[in-house]
């Protein structure tokens, strides 16, 4: 398929680019830890980083393991700021040292993302004894170096309870954002059992108490929701008018993975979800490809299944996220725990 004909323009992208990790948190996906064998060489990153460009891609986010990690994580992240693409960096901030500072601020990364779970001893129980303190240095560390910063929280039973302790103790941090995101019951939060359920409606009702008063902007992420009143002032947006608009993997976004798999997201951590390898096809013949990305690509809401099939917003959100709707109960089109349908 030639460019021409092909609908879906990438825009950004979540780049997995090591698998390697200083942690093995109880709830980490990917089941992070040591890197993988076959891990992409530096010379097949670049490469990946032109094809990128090629595709139009806007911002590029790349994720680990932990990125810093990777020896060559400045190169890849050069090669892709030199041709214009956005660069942020998730991290656990436990590695972080002057000399990652000066690269950062060299490359003119757009933005850096810490992990920071809750209070001191529920991040610490979930991570490792001491990633609390160390995860805060790099906050500061980074605010003070001018670098903007965000923070993501990944809410599970026991930590989305401590919310507003962990509200005050953040608010003095120079952040410029705040997500609030779901654990997934995949990886070790799937082996280890996490609880990974919450109330939604109480993180919804937390987001909307504070937003107006925050320092910086607090929002959720695409796998909480959906179409409650309060829908507009969810995601970040300071403006309020910003609704999902459905998942876009395979639409807008792609994943791609330490060994060069192509997923619609990274986030969609299993193997039938991979539409094909960069070592075996470029980038550009697995995006444009007429038969991948089919679960979002061929969707209609007469796929919806559950209450999301008789919701008036099916349509729009289109059952919700992929990803946790598949760990969860293994239906893509029947989001389990919409807090429109709790209101109801």
């Known amino acids: 398929m030639m460019m021409s004909e092909c609908p879906y323009r990438l825009r950004s992208c979540v780049w997995e680019i090591t698998l390697a990790c200083c942690f093995s948190c ?30 139009g891609c806007r911002r590029v986010n790349l994720i680990g393991g932990e990125v810093f990690m990777r020896r060559d994580w400045k190169q890849i992240v050069c090669r892709l700021t030199d041709l214009g693409i956005r660069v942020t960096i998730i991290t656990n901030g436990f590695l972080f040292t002057d000399a990652i500072l000066s690269d950062l601020k060299e490359v003119m990364i757009e933005s850096v993302a810490v992990s920071l779970d809750g209070i001191e001893a529920i991040h610490d129980k979930y991570r490792q004894p001491g990633s609390y303190a160390r995860a805060v240095s790099a906050i500061e560390v980074l605010t003070r170096a001018g670098i903007i ?11 989305s309870l401590t919310l507003e302790p962990f509200y005050r103790e953040i608010s003095r941090f120079p952040l410029a954002a705040w997500q609030l995101q ?15 359920r919450f109330d ?16 910086f902007s607090i929002g959720i992420a695409d796998n909480i929701g959906y179409y409650t009143e309060e829908e507009p002032l969810m995601r970040g947006d300071s403006h309020g008018i910003r609704t999902f608009p459905g998942c876009g993997a395979g639409l807008s976004v792609v994943g791609i ?42 969707f209609t809401p007469e796929l919806l299944t ?31 725990h919409c807090a429109r349908n709790i209101r109801r």
């Open 26 to 55: 109880k709830y980490c996906g990917s089941k992070a830890g040591k890197a993988r064998p076959d891990e992409l060489t530096t010379e097949e990153c670049l490469n990946v980083c032109d094809q990128l460009k090629d595709l």
């Open 149 to 159: 910063t965000t923070m993501i929280t990944t809410l599970n039973a026991e930590n």
């Open 257 to 298: 993975d330490s060994v060069g798999n192509v997923k619609g997201c990274e986030s969609m951590y299993d193997d039938r979800f991979i539409e094909g390898n960069l070592r075996q096809r470029s980038l550009r013949d697995i995006w444009e490809d007429p038969a991948a990305f089919a679960y979002n690509r061929r």
């Open 306 to 336: 559950g209450k999301c099939a008789s919701c008036q917003y099916g349509a729009y959100c289109a059952g919700g996220c992929r990803s946790y709707n598949f760990f969860v109960h293994r239906k893509l089109y029947e989001y389990p």
């Open 182 to 196: 779901a654990c997934s019951p995949m990886g070790n939060a799937a082996v280890m059992g996490v609880d990974y």
């Open 200 to 215: 939604p409606l109480a993180v919804i009702d937390f987001v909307v108490r504070h937003r107006d008063d925050a320092p």
